[in-house]
T-cell receptor
Framework: EAQVTQNPRYLITVTGKKLTVTCSQN?????MSWYRQDPGLGLRQIYY???????DKGDVPEGYKVSRKEKRNFPLILESPSPNQTSLYFC???????????FGQGTRLTVV | GIQVEQSPPDLILQEGANSTLRCNFS?????LQWFHQNPWGQLINLFY???GTKQNGRLSATTVATERYSLLYISSSQTTDSGVYFC???????????FGTGTRLKVLA
Protein backbone atom coordinates (compact mmCIF):
# COMPACT_ATOMS: atom_id res chain seq x y z
CA GLU A 1 0.00 0.00 0.00
CA ALA A 2 1.28 3.43 -1.00
CA GLN A 3 1.81 5.49 2.11
CA VAL A 4 3.76 8.02 4.12
CA THR A 5 4.64 6.72 7.57
CA GLN A 6 5.54 8.91 10.51
CA ASN A 7 6.80 7.80 13.89
CA PRO A 8 6.04 8.29 16.65
CA ARG A 9 2.36 9.22 16.45
CA TYR A 10 2.37 10.77 19.91
CA LEU A 11 5.26 12.08 21.96
CA ILE A 12 5.58 13.96 25.22
CA THR A 13 9.07 15.18 25.99
CA VAL A 14 10.91 17.69 28.15
CA THR A 15 12.52 20.95 27.13
CA GLY A 16 16.00 20.49 25.72
CA LYS A 17 15.92 16.76 25.11
CA LYS A 18 16.85 16.08 21.49
CA LEU A 19 14.31 14.13 19.47
CA THR A 20 13.77 12.87 15.94
CA VAL A 21 10.48 12.32 14.15
CA THR A 22 10.90 9.88 11.31
CA CYS A 23 9.13 10.01 7.95
CA SER A 24 9.29 7.34 5.29
CA GLN A 25 7.48 6.99 1.94
CA ASN A 26 7.27 3.95 -0.34
CA UNK A 27 6.20 5.70 -3.55
CA UNK A 28 9.63 6.67 -4.88
CA UNK A 29 8.69 10.34 -4.56
CA UNK A 30 11.32 13.00 -5.22
CA UNK A 31 9.77 15.71 -3.12
CA MET A 32 9.20 15.61 0.64
CA SER A 33 8.28 18.25 3.20
CA TRP A 34 7.36 18.88 6.81
CA TYR A 35 4.48 21.00 8.11
CA ARG A 36 3.29 21.96 11.54
CA GLN A 37 -0.34 22.70 12.43
CA ASP A 38 -1.26 25.10 15.21
CA PRO A 39 -4.65 26.48 16.28
CA GLY A 40 -5.34 29.79 14.61
CA LEU A 41 -2.23 29.55 12.44
CA GLY A 42 -3.14 26.62 10.21
CA LEU A 43 -0.56 24.45 8.50
CA ARG A 44 2.83 25.98 7.79
CA GLN A 45 5.80 24.50 5.99
CA ILE A 46 8.96 23.89 8.06
CA TYR A 47 11.41 22.39 5.54
CA TYR A 48 11.26 20.71 2.18
CA UNK A 49 13.51 18.52 0.05
CA UNK A 50 13.49 18.28 -3.73
CA UNK A 51 15.74 15.22 -3.84
CA UNK A 52 18.46 13.38 -1.97
CA UNK A 53 20.88 15.82 -0.30
CA UNK A 54 18.80 18.82 -1.46
CA UNK A 55 16.86 20.56 1.32
CA ASP A 56 15.65 24.10 1.91
CA LYS A 57 13.85 26.16 4.52
CA GLY A 58 10.13 26.68 4.50
CA ASP A 59 8.24 29.37 6.37
CA VAL A 60 9.03 28.34 9.97
CA PRO A 61 12.42 26.54 10.04
CA GLU A 62 13.78 27.94 13.33
CA GLY A 63 14.54 25.23 15.87
CA TYR A 64 14.40 22.37 13.35
CA LYS A 65 16.85 20.40 11.24
CA VAL A 66 16.29 17.89 8.47
CA SER A 67 18.35 15.51 6.39
CA ARG A 68 17.72 13.58 3.19
CA LYS A 69 20.33 10.88 2.89
CA GLU A 70 17.98 8.42 1.19
CA LYS A 71 15.12 9.09 -1.16
CA ARG A 72 12.51 7.38 1.01
CA ASN A 73 13.37 8.99 4.38
CA PHE A 74 13.11 12.57 5.59
CA PRO A 75 13.55 12.84 9.37
CA LEU A 76 12.74 15.98 11.34
CA ILE A 77 15.19 16.74 14.13
CA LEU A 78 14.58 18.98 17.12
CA GLU A 79 17.99 19.50 18.71
CA SER A 80 16.70 21.34 21.77
CA PRO A 81 12.89 21.30 21.86
CA SER A 82 11.03 24.13 23.53
CA PRO A 83 7.37 24.42 24.58
CA ASN A 84 6.57 26.60 21.55
CA GLN A 85 7.31 23.57 19.37
CA THR A 86 4.32 21.77 20.84
CA SER A 87 2.27 21.10 17.72
CA LEU A 88 0.83 18.57 15.30
CA TYR A 89 3.43 17.69 12.67
CA PHE A 90 2.86 16.29 9.19
CA CYS A 91 5.25 14.86 6.66
CA UNK A 92 4.23 14.94 2.99
CA UNK A 93 5.60 13.55 -0.26
CA UNK A 94 4.91 13.85 -4.00
CA UNK A 95 6.57 13.17 -7.33
CA UNK A 96 6.98 16.87 -7.94
CA UNK A 97 5.67 20.27 -6.96
CA UNK A 98 2.75 19.93 -9.36
CA UNK A 99 1.52 16.45 -8.54
CA UNK A 100 -0.67 15.07 -5.79
CA UNK A 101 0.79 15.23 -2.29
CA UNK A 102 0.33 12.46 0.25
CA PHE A 103 0.44 13.20 3.97
CA GLY A 104 1.50 11.04 6.87
CA GLN A 105 -0.78 10.28 9.81
CA GLY A 106 0.63 13.14 11.88
CA THR A 107 2.77 13.31 15.02
CA ARG A 108 1.33 15.06 18.04
CA LEU A 109 4.26 16.48 19.99
CA THR A 110 4.05 18.03 23.44
CA VAL A 111 7.12 19.70 24.96
CA VAL A 112 6.88 20.41 28.70
CA GLY B 1 1.70 36.04 -1.09
CA ILE B 2 -1.19 33.97 -2.29
CA GLN B 3 -4.34 34.04 -0.16
CA VAL B 4 -6.64 31.06 0.24
CA GLU B 5 -10.05 31.60 1.78
CA GLN B 6 -12.63 28.98 2.57
CA SER B 7 -16.31 29.36 3.30
CA PRO B 8 -18.31 28.82 5.32
CA PRO B 9 -16.01 28.56 8.36
CA ASP B 10 -18.50 26.39 10.23
CA LEU B 11 -21.36 24.21 9.07
CA ILE B 12 -23.85 22.05 10.96
CA LEU B 13 -25.99 19.61 9.02
CA GLN B 14 -28.52 16.95 9.71
CA GLU B 15 -27.58 13.51 8.45
CA GLY B 16 -28.70 13.12 4.85
CA ALA B 17 -28.34 16.79 3.91
CA ASN B 18 -26.20 18.10 1.08
CA SER B 19 -23.58 20.84 1.29
CA THR B 20 -21.18 22.91 -0.79
CA LEU B 21 -17.84 24.11 0.50
CA ARG B 22 -15.97 26.83 -1.31
CA CYS B 23 -12.27 27.66 -1.71
CA ASN B 24 -11.18 30.97 -3.25
CA PHE B 25 -7.58 31.72 -4.11
CA SER B 26 -6.01 35.01 -5.06
CA UNK B 27 -3.60 34.00 -7.82
CA UNK B 28 -3.02 31.40 -10.52
CA UNK B 29 -2.29 27.96 -9.15
CA UNK B 30 -0.97 24.78 -10.69
CA UNK B 31 -1.94 22.47 -7.88
CA LEU B 32 -5.03 22.15 -5.71
CA GLN B 33 -6.11 19.45 -3.29
CA TRP B 34 -9.00 18.94 -0.91
CA PHE B 35 -8.40 17.20 2.40
CA HIS B 36 -10.56 15.98 5.24
CA GLN B 37 -9.02 16.18 8.70
CA ASN B 38 -10.78 13.65 10.87
CA PRO B 39 -11.28 13.99 14.64
CA TRP B 40 -8.02 12.09 15.22
CA GLY B 41 -6.09 14.71 13.29
CA GLN B 42 -5.31 12.66 10.19
CA LEU B 43 -5.34 14.44 6.83
CA ILE B 44 -7.20 12.35 4.30
CA ASN B 45 -6.74 13.05 0.59
CA LEU B 46 -10.09 13.68 -1.06
CA PHE B 47 -9.26 15.14 -4.45
CA TYR B 48 -6.29 16.31 -6.46
CA UNK B 49 -8.04 18.79 -8.73
CA UNK B 50 -6.08 21.70 -10.23
CA UNK B 51 -8.86 22.03 -12.81
CA GLY B 52 -12.03 20.29 -13.96
CA THR B 53 -14.49 18.08 -12.12
CA LYS B 54 -14.08 14.80 -10.27
CA GLN B 55 -16.41 12.54 -8.35
CA ASN B 56 -15.80 9.90 -5.74
CA GLY B 57 -18.94 8.35 -4.30
CA ARG B 58 -20.92 10.97 -2.39
CA LEU B 59 -18.21 13.55 -2.86
CA SER B 60 -17.42 15.60 -5.91
CA ALA B 61 -15.25 18.62 -6.61
CA THR B 62 -14.95 21.27 -9.28
CA THR B 63 -12.11 23.72 -9.84
CA VAL B 64 -12.46 26.69 -12.18
CA ALA B 65 -8.86 27.82 -12.31
CA THR B 66 -9.54 30.84 -14.54
CA GLU B 67 -11.98 32.20 -11.96
CA ARG B 68 -9.82 31.13 -9.00
CA TYR B 69 -12.17 28.98 -7.03
CA SER B 70 -12.90 25.37 -6.19
CA LEU B 71 -16.03 23.75 -4.78
CA LEU B 72 -16.42 20.56 -2.79
CA TYR B 73 -19.86 18.96 -2.78
CA ILE B 74 -20.95 16.51 -0.12
CA SER B 75 -24.21 14.72 -0.76
CA SER B 76 -26.28 12.63 1.67
CA SER B 77 -23.96 13.57 4.52
CA GLN B 78 -23.14 11.05 7.25
CA THR B 79 -21.86 11.54 10.79
CA THR B 80 -18.49 10.17 9.67
CA ASP B 81 -18.17 13.21 7.35
CA SER B 82 -17.67 15.41 10.42
CA GLY B 83 -14.30 17.11 10.75
CA VAL B 84 -12.44 19.95 9.08
CA TYR B 85 -12.15 20.29 5.31
CA PHE B 86 -9.12 22.04 3.88
CA CYS B 87 -8.21 23.11 0.42
CA UNK B 88 -4.51 23.57 -0.30
CA UNK B 89 -2.92 25.22 -3.31
CA UNK B 90 0.50 25.31 -4.90
CA UNK B 91 1.66 27.75 -7.52
CA UNK B 92 4.46 28.01 -10.07
CA UNK B 93 7.98 28.36 -8.73
CA UNK B 94 7.21 27.32 -5.18
CA UNK B 95 7.65 24.12 -3.26
CA UNK B 96 4.90 24.35 -0.69
CA UNK B 97 1.19 24.20 -0.24
CA UNK B 98 -0.75 27.09 1.19
CA PHE B 99 -3.67 25.77 3.18
CA GLY B 100 -6.97 27.52 3.55
CA THR B 101 -8.43 28.23 6.97
CA GLY B 102 -10.76 25.26 6.72
CA THR B 103 -14.47 24.54 7.02
CA ARG B 104 -15.48 22.79 10.23
CA LEU B 105 -18.36 20.43 9.47
CA LYS B 106 -20.52 18.72 12.04
CA VAL B 107 -23.13 16.21 10.90
CA LEU B 108 -25.83 15.40 13.42
CA ALA B 109 -27.52 12.01 13.59
Amino acid sequence: EAQVTQNPRYLITVTGKKLTVTCSQNMNHEYMSWYRQDPGLGLRQIYYSMNVEVTDKGDVPEGYKVSRKEKRNFPLILESPSPNQTSLYFCASSFSQVTEAFFGQGTRLTVV
Amino acid sequence: GIQVEQSPPDLILQEGANSTLRCNFSDSVNNLQWFHQNPWGQLINLFYIPSGTKQNGRLSATTVATERYSLLYISSSQTTDSGVYFCAVGWPGTYKYIFGTGTRLKVLA
